[in-house]
């Protein structure tokens, strides 16, 4: 049976508020992680972002949080080569992926990212939930196939989050729609919910704040 992964609905007002309390608490930058052994100590649920560099991840990551120079966004793309861990509230981990699908990076920075996010995602038993960011602009892409076959062969489930919807007309941006679900068929691990957003507009922030707030 083929999945038609809808747009996730608006939260109640009582998840609403749990969203808002979680993110309301203090959210601070922990560390940068280049190998394996810098991992925080695995005492709490954590999520993590995933996207293609200038998919606009630092963006919504602010936006979630509400602090604009939390995740900062590069002019470089793919510059940031580490796994960035931000505390959210005394609950939860927000784990920033670098960006993946740059041209400039040397083979073997490349190499070892992968080789570190690949640890990652199978080692870390903390991991409730990877989000996947895709640029509405543009649909998934190869970049981003890669990545999710990457979790669905690490066992993880993630779930795909389209951003940056304010810059296309609504029937732009059912047409793209229609592709990302297409695309998403194959990957069992895909949660069969999307989630839209604009960080610039704050459309679809609250919903992905109850969901995070879920997962515990």
């Known amino acids: 049976m083929q999945l038609p992964f809808p747009a996730a609905e608006e939260p109640d007002d009582e998840t ?8 309301a608490g203090e ?13 925080p100590e695995a005492d709490r649920p954590e999520v993590c972002f995933a996207g293609r560099s200038n998919v606009g991840k630092s963006s919504l990551i602010n936006a979630l949080t509400g602090r604009k120079g939390l995740a900062r966004a590069s002019n470089t793309p793919g510059r940031t080569q580490e ?11 927000l784990v920033d992926l670098p960006g993946y699908g740059y041209a400039n990076a040397p083979v073997a920075v490349v190499e070892k990212w992968q080789r570190l ?16 960011l895709v640029d509405a602009r543009h649909g998934i892409k190869s970049v981003d196939e890669e990545i999710m076959a990457l979790l669905a062969s690490a066992a993880v489930t993630f779930q ?34 999307l989630i839209i957003t604009s960080s610039e507009k704050g459309e679809g922030i609250e919903t992905l704040r109850a969901i995070i707030a879920g997962l515990d």
């Open 27 to 39: 959210t601070d930058f922990v560390k940068g992680v280049v190998a394996m052994d810098g991992l």
């Open 160 to 193: 795909c989050v389209m951003t940056k919807t304010d810059k296309l007309k609504k029937g732009e941006l059912d047409k793209v729609l229609v592709q990302v679900r297409e695309k998403l068929q194959k990957f069992p691990s895909a949660y069969p919910e």
């Open 117 to 132: 996010l690949k640890n990652y995602l199978r080692g870390r038993v903390t991991l409730r939930r990877a989000f996947v």
């Open 16 to 23: 609403r508020e749990t969203g808002r309390k979680m993110f």
């Open 83 to 93: 796994i960035n861990y931000f505390t959210v509230g005394e609950t939860h981990y």
